[in-house]
């Protein structure tokens, strides 16, 4: 059975970081895409990065401050988040779907999701 276990969030004061990790079980990662999306207290989900082994990274969202990585050994995808601001508050899921990223970060052409992990930013 396919599942996805984001872990690492919390709450960290503006300017710090903090690593994501979403733990893939079930599945070959080479054969998906994953990525990360987040999603604020009555806002929509907002796509933030995707990773593949036919793309490399995409970033949708957030340019400059996050990073995604992959550790297929592990079966693992990251999302480092650097210099957070209150506005990076949300709850972050990952997400995966065959193959590819997309060129648009729709959630709804992703198959598989996490549960969440919340990350709160605030002094």
């Known amino acids: 059975q396919l599942q996805l276990v984001e872990s690492g969030g919390g709450l960290v004061q503006p300017g710090g970081s903090l690593r994501l990790s979403c733990a893939a079980s079930g599945f070959a990662l080479d054969n998906y895409a994953i990525g990360w999306f987040r999603q604020a207290p009555g806002k929509e989900r907002e796509g933030v990065s995707c990773?593949?082994?036919?793309?490399?990274s995409m970033d949708y969202s957030v340019k400059g401050r996050f990073t995604i990585s992959r550790d297929n050994a592990k079966s693992t995808v990251y999302l480092q988040m650097n210099s957070l601001k209150p506005e990076d508050t949300a709850v972050y899921y990952c997400?995966?779907?065959?193959?590819?990223?997309?060129?648009?970060?729709?959630?709804?052409?992703?198959?598989?999701w996490g549960q969440g992990t919340q990350v709160t930013v605030s002094s």
């Open positions: 990773i593949s082994s036919r793309d490399g």
């Open positions: 997400a995966a779907r065959h193959y590819s990223c997309s060129d648009l970060p729709i959630p709804g052409i992703y198959d598989y």
